[in-house]
């Protein structure tokens, strides 16, 4: 079984590790509000959120300063997309 395993993901054990210059911080998801470290997802810069102007009262620090933050490029397409999360 771990010979399959190792054939479908050779590299996971390692890729799965934080490298050297990985921010670790711990980030919120802009579409689900999952957290985790900002270098296992997404982060867009100069980010056009359309949500501003949809709804400005959810501005915050980190949507004035155009970023976003995505668990996934899933999310952040759906997040573009106007959709609106379905836990
Ligand atoms: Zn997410």
Redesign the pocket.
């Known amino acids: 079984m771990w010979i399959f395993y190792k054939f479908m993901y050779p590299r996971a054990p390692k890729s799965m590790m934080p490298k050297e210059g990985d921010v670790t911080t711990l980030r919120q998801?802009n579409?689900?509000a999952?957290h985790l470290a900002e270098y296992r997802g997404v982060l867009e810069t100069n980010a056009v959120a359309p949500t501003n102007a949809i709804n400005p009262t959810t501005m915050d620090d980190k949507t004035v300063n155009n970023e976003l933050f995505?668990?996934?490029y899933e999310?952040q397409a759906d997040f573009h997309a106007g959709k609106r999360y379905q836990p």
Do not use: L, Q
């Open positions: 998801c579409f689900c999952n995505f668990c996934n999310h």
